[in-house]
């Protein structure tokens, strides 16, 4: 059986949704991100935009195979609105993403029941208003070798329609691809099999 080589995640912020329980406003977003430093900006913008809210939380989840997440109650009580928000990430098997949830108090306290079902609700109304699509996980490999050997590392690149991201051609020739998953293993025994030329596997 193939192994899964696709991925769930949006690639434009959504809209501004708002779920609204006793007075207090929820306010939730999605946005894409693909490092946690640009999880920090906008939630960092997010907060100079909604100065006067009481309380900012959110949470993140990123990588394909790696997976790294984190959540925040940002002063709730502990695992009230990170944690619902990050289970509604699993939810929807959504990766590569934030989701934040701004909430204006509206005087009287939900108990952290209600808390939990307010975010919970804002992060799945903000997931339902964002267009989700399937990616493919690609594998990036340098291929290295002299120039004379060029036309034989284009005629399988062509072959193969791989996708070349960047290429440094000096006497020795870099050429960096991206090649979808489950075609990495053949690709790259493909390549290694030539002689006077090299493949390498990048880190993510």
Same mark, same amino acid.
Request: aromatic content about 10%.
């Given at each position: 059986?193939?192994?899964? +080589?696709?991925?769930?995640?949006? +690639? *434009?912020?959504?809209? %501004?949704?708002?779920?609204? +329980? ?8 999605? $946005? ?7 999880? @920090? ?9 909604? =100065?006067?809210? #009481? ?8 990588? /394909?195979?790696?997976?790294? =997440?984190?959540?925040? +109650? ?28 701004? #909430?204006? $108090? ?13 975010? #919970? /609700?804002?992060?799945?109304?903000? *997931? %339902? ?11 990036? $490999?340098?291929?290295? $070798? ?8 284009? #005629?399988?690149? @062509? ?26 293993? %053949?690709?790259?025994t493909l390549f290694s099999s030539l002689y006077e030329i090299d493949i390498k596997r990048l880190c993510d």
């Amino acid at each position: 059986m193939d192994a899964k +080589d696709t991925y769930k995640t949006i +690639d *434009l912020p959504s809209k %501004e949704t708002l779920f609204k +329980d006793k007075n207090s406003k929820f306010f939730g977003y999605t $946005f894409p991100i693909s490092t946690e430093e640009e999880a @920090k900006q906008i939630v960092g913008t997010l907060k100079k935009e909604h =100065h006067s809210a #009481r309380h900012w939380c959110y949470a993140w989840q990123i990588g /394909t195979e790696k997976i790294r =997440h984190r959540s925040n +109650d940002d002063g709730e009580p502990s695992n009230s609105a990170g944690q619902p928000i990050y289970g509604q990430i699993q939810s929807f098997g959504v990766t590569n993403i934030l989701i934040i949830v701004v #909430r204006y $108090f509206g005087g009287v306290k939900l108990g952290v029941g209600g808390l939990i079902h307010a975010y #919970r /609700t804002a992060a799945q109304l903000a *997931l %339902e208003a964002s267009v989700i699509i399937e990616k493919t996980i690609d594998i990036k $490999f340098v291929i290295t $070798f002299q120039y004379k050997n060029m036309n034989k590392v284009m #005629r399988i690149i @062509k072959e193969h329609q791989l996708t070349i991201t960047d290429q440094k051609l000096t006497l020795d020739c870099k050429i960096f691809i991206s090649v979808r998953k489950k075609k990495s293993d %053949e690709i790259n025994t493909l390549f290694s099999s030539l002689y006077e030329i090299d493949i390498k596997r990048l880190c993510d």
